[in-house]
């Protein structure tokens, strides 16, 4: 089964400062992974995806992630957070060619705060 | 603006009551999902409908129906309805689906209220 763990439901960074935003993945077979942001009282937006090409992967906004294999991972960064980066981030996990799996799951979801 | 629309955005029903929830895919996108948010939560798969047939469901009784249409357009049905039903209701849209690598294009949402 998969599943998606989001360390630290709520992460408070100064502007300025680094954004990291951490995502753990559980798959028996390589996945596909997502980010998404949601603002406040609006639907879901891609942020970036891995699809298995390189797995460093650049996103909007300035933001990227790094898939990690070994270490099930796929955490998202930005080097300088923004006042417009408040908002929640939900990472998400597929099942590459699906078959009866035709869904995306969610983390938790991670709340960013950006302190001025 | 993902060209993705829902209505109604809010609403508010009685347990027991029936609700139908409405979306407008994008334009092309023979693919649409249904999730559902409660607050405070990641948005939870309820079901997949790929040319007008359903094509993947989640973990939800079977009072939480759908339908799409051959415009793309779907309905989320959900009858009898509970207190826990209360939740954010998500439709998205997608040109390829998601197992295949494609992005799921958000609307934003309708809110129901269950009292």
């Known amino acids: 089964a998969q599943s998606v763990t989001q360390l630290g439901s709520h992460v408070s960074v100064s502007e300025g400062a680094l954004v990291l935003l951490r995502c753990n993945y559980s798959s028996s077979v390589p996945p596909y992974l997502f980010w998404y942001v949601q603002y406040p009282n609006q639907g879901l937006q891609l942020l970036l995806k891995?699809?298995?090409?390189?797995?460093l992967v650049k996103g909007i906004n300035g933001f990227e992630a790094e898939f990690k294999k070994s270490e099930t991972s796929f955490h998202l960064t930005k080097p300088s957070a923004h006042m417009s980066d408040a908002a929640e981030y939900f990472c998400?996990?597929?099942?590459?060619?699906?078959?009866?799996?035709?869904?995306?799951?969610f983390g938790t979801g991670t709340l960013l705060a950006v302190q001025p | 603006e993902t060209g993705v629309t829902q209505s109604p955005t809010h609403l508010i029903k009685t347990r027991g009551q029936q609700v139908t929830l409405r979306c407008s895919s994008q334009?092309?996108?023979?693919?649409v999902s249904w999730y559902q948010q409660a607050l405070g939560q990641g948005p939870q798969f309820i079901f997949q409908y790929y040319r007008e047939e359903e094509n993947g469901r989640g973990n939800f009784p079977p009072r939480f129906s759908g339908l799409q249409f051959p415009n793309y357009s779907s309905e989320l049905n959900v009858n009898a309805l509970e207190l826990d039903d209360s939740a954010l209701y998500l439709c998205?849209?997608?040109?390829?689906?998601?197992?295949?690598?494609?992005?799921?294009?958000f609307g934003e949402g309708s809110r129901l209220t269950v009292l």
């Open positions: 998205a849209s997608s040109l390829v689906r998601p197992q295949s690598g494609g992005e799921l294009f």
């Open positions: 891995y699809t298995s090409a390189a797995t």
């Open positions: 334009s092309g996108h023979n693919t």
């Open positions: 998400a996990v597929t099942l590459r060619g699906g078959g009866a799996t035709n869904k995306l799951i």
